[in-house]
Antibody
Framework: EQLVESGGALVQPGGSLRLSCAASGFTFRTHWMQWIRQAPGKGLVWVSRINGDGSDITYADSVKGRFTMSRDNAKNTVFLQMNSLRVEDTAVYYC???????????WGQGTLVTVSS | SYVLTQSPSVSVAPGQTARITCGGKNIGNKNVHWYQQKPGQAPVLVMYYNRDRPSGIPERFSGSNSGNTATLTVSRVEAGDEADYYCQVWDSNSDQRVFGGGTKLTVL
């Protein structure tokens, strides 16, 4: 199995960014997917979760109303649209797959988002 | 929202036993998962549903959960076990996943 995140970049406060996570090697549509993040030198923070068909999505309070998670099962890809970015959103963002019978059992290698002027 | 509390660090000598705790209100009523993260790497699941080990994780890793504390125990600690360890639960009230702050395991 493989998860490859992309889309990380340097962006100014208030800006937007769209992260992608391309999945391969497993049946994508049967897995829920998650995004977590890790600020430099800090711990893991859960960001968002989406179910298999994209009909149910939940967010951390810190990103609710600013971030939108979605998925395209035809392209085996999950997305994180990030708007109104803040300096405190600076982090490595990881996507992970969540099988039906366990928590996330595999995370990608992450993509770095830097929010700075 | 639900809060998980972990000690920032634990240090043990090789061959000894490390106990990494995760505190939360009535956490014994929740399923706790544990992730190991080494520098520059993605997290790796080492324990799920309190005491189940994923394939490939050594039997030296075990878990328990009762009352207000969940514990990840690493027996016969090796240098390769040195890493940050994070507990995680699902908070049903908010339908959010929650991570503890992480514990750095140092092998002396």
């Amino acid at each position: 199995e493989q998860l490859v995140e992309s889309g990380g970049a340097l962006v100014q406060p208030g800006g937007s960014l769209r992260l992608s996570c391309a999945a391969s090697g497993f049946t994508f549509r049967t897995h829920w997917m998650q995004w977590i993040r890790q600020a430099p030198g800090k711990g893991l923070v859960w960001v968002s979760r989406i179910n298999g068909d994209g009909s149910d999505i939940t967010y951390a309070d810190s990103v609710k109303g600013r971030f939108t998670m979605s998925r395209d099962n035809a392209k085996n890809t999950v997305f994180l649209q990030m708007n109104s970015l803040r300096v405190e959103d600076t982090a490595v963002y990881y996507c992970g797959r969540e099988p039906a019978t366990s928590p996330v059992d595999y995370w990608g290698q992450g993509t770095l988002v830097t929010v700075s002027s | 929202s639900y809060v998980l509390t972990q000690s920032p660090s634990v240090s043990v000598a090789p061959g000894q036993t490390a106990r990494i705790t995760c505190g939360g209100k009535n956490i014994g009523n929740k399923n706790v998962h544990w992730y190991q993260q080494k520098p520059g790497q993605a997290p790796v699941l080492v324990m799920y549903y309190n005491r189940d080990r994923p394939s490939g994780i050594p039997e030296r890793f075990s878990g328990s959960n009762s009352g207000n504390t969940a514990t990840l125990t690493v027996s016969r600690v090796e240098a390769g076990d040195e890493a940050d360890y994070y507990c995680q639960v699902w908070d049903s009230n908010s339908d959010q996943r929650v991570f503890g702050g992480g514990t750095k395991l140092t092998v002396l």
